[in-house]
Nanobody
Framework: QVQLVESGGGLVQAGGSLRLSCTCSGQIFSGFDMGWFRQAPGKERDIVAA????????DYTDSVKGRFTISRDNAKNTVALQMNGLKPEDTAVYYC????????????????WGRGTLVTVSS
């Protein structure tokens, strides 16, 4: 089965940076579009960033544009989310997800999910 495992979450001060990483195993990683989602307590899960299977296309939700960067290394079966200029409103559990669909990166379905890693940004 496909397994996604996130790492890199933690507690940082506002304005700081974190780098999240996700490792995929169990299937051919390069065939998936990959996304990062986040969910704050009491809120719905929303997509933050996504990257196409080849890495040639990326997209971001408006609130993180210019601050977050998604990347992938298919040789290592990993996808990363570099988060700079963190704000308290970025506090959430961040999830890595994989999509077998072919569509718009931020609106297509995602089929496989990690368990999440907690990011807490203090003011």
């Amino acid at each position: 089965q496909v397994q996604l495992v996130e790492s890199g979450g933690g507690l940082v001060q506002a304005g700081g940076s974190l780098r999240l990483s996700c490792t995929c195993s169990g299937q051919i990683f390069s065939g998936f579009d990959m996304g990062w989602f986040r969910q704050a307590p009491g809120k719905e899960r929303d997509i933050v960033a996504a990257i196409s299977w080849s890495g040639s296309r990326t997209d971001y939700t408006d609130s993180v544009k210019g601050r977050f960067t998604i990347s992938r290394d298919n040789a290592k079966n990993t996808v990363a989310l570099q988060m700079n200029g963190l704000k308290p409103e970025d506090t959430a559990v961040y999830y890595c997800a994989a999509s077998t669909a072919a569509g718009r990166l931020l609106s297509q379905g995602y089929d496989y999910w990690g368990r999440g890693t907690l990011v807490t940004v203090s003011s």
